[in-house]
């Protein structure tokens, strides 16, 4: 590890002034102490703002900034010009990372002259508590078996594995030198698009087994909007599939995976509709 490379988080923030605390606590707890944090505020209309000032003012590692709301990946791209380090950790406002996180994974990544990124273990951890651990998922240890990584992140994410995205540690030169951002056009996904991107390089990747990172999980975070999630899928698979018209297996694997959600997702909705009909049904009675 260099001892003296400078980690870059970057903490997009809407309307999450109750969490941050917790996720800002996180880093102030690294055994590695060369971080700087550019916390980005996107918009938010509660207090995130006084919240970071107030965390700003009492630890100059922190660097507030903020900008109208634009939307996750826009805060993210917002993190990414601002951040000077040798390194990228992206970490969302309601999550929080294991005080060892940066040195585990800067020791893994070593002094190679490549770029790599290095990817942990993580847990769930409850709305109202995040330390409060709930139950572990094969989710949760994520494992790459394909061939390249990027047939993983093509053909089996959401369906079989994910990886949340502050599991990762990414050397800064993934984006810099190829121009990698989150594609501001999709309304969701984009995490899932940018890793297309950056897997499509063939990075050196090194595996932390360790819980590293805690994902704070929503007793309502399934989305209502079923329909829109598929159209937004079927776009962010649309991008990739423009990108790699010369990658034969890459091509088909994401042709599969697009019908594949497109399935997923009309089973879905099919089953909230017949559910919601029962309902009705019993309320009748």
Request: glycine letters at 4%; hydrophobic letters at 40%; proline letters at 4%.
């Amino acid at each position: 590890m260099t001892q003296s490379a400078l980690v870059s988080v970057i903490v997009p923030c809407f309307n999450q002034a109750r969490f941050l605390p917790d996720c800002l606590a996180s880093l102030q707890a690294q055994t590695y102490p060369h971080w700087e944090a550019i916390i980005v505020n996107d918009g938010s209309t509660d207090d995130t703002a006084d919240i970071a000032r107030r965390h700003a003012g009492r630890e100059p590692r922190f660097r507030y900034v903020e900008q109208e709301n634009r939307g996750q990946a826009s805060a993210r791209n917002r993190g990414l010009r601002e951040a000077a380090g040798d390194y990228i950790q992206f970490l969302d406002a309601d999550d929080v990372i294991a005080a060892a996180k940066f040195e585990l994974q800067l020791d893994a990544l070593g002094t190679s002259g490549d770029p790599a990124l290095a990817f942990c273990d993580y847990l769930n951890g409850r709305e109202d508590d995040i330390l409060q651990a709930l139950r572990s998922d094969a989710f949760c240890k994520p494992r790459f078996r394909m061939p390249r990584p990027v047939e993983d992140i093509a053909s089996r994410w959401e369906t079989e594995f994910g990886i949340p995205i502050h599991c990762f540690l990414f050397d800064a030169r993934l984006f810099r030198e190829h121009g990698i951002r989150f594609d501001e056009r999709l309304t969701r996904h984009e995490d899932w698009d940018c890793w297309m991107r950056i897997f499509a390089l063939n990075p050196r990747v090194e595996h932390v087994p360790r819980d590293l990172a805690i994902y704070r999980r929503y007793s309502g975070s399934v989305s209502h909007d079923l329909a829109r999630m598929r159209r937004a899928f079927r776009a962010a698979v649309d991008t990739q599939l423009a990108l790699c018209v010369n990658d034969a297996v890459l091509h088909d694997l994401l042709v599969r995976k697009r019908a594949e959600m497109n399935m997923s997702y009309a089973l879905r909705i099919w089953a909230r509709r017949l559910g919601l009909t029962r309902l009705k049904n019993r309320l009748r009675q």
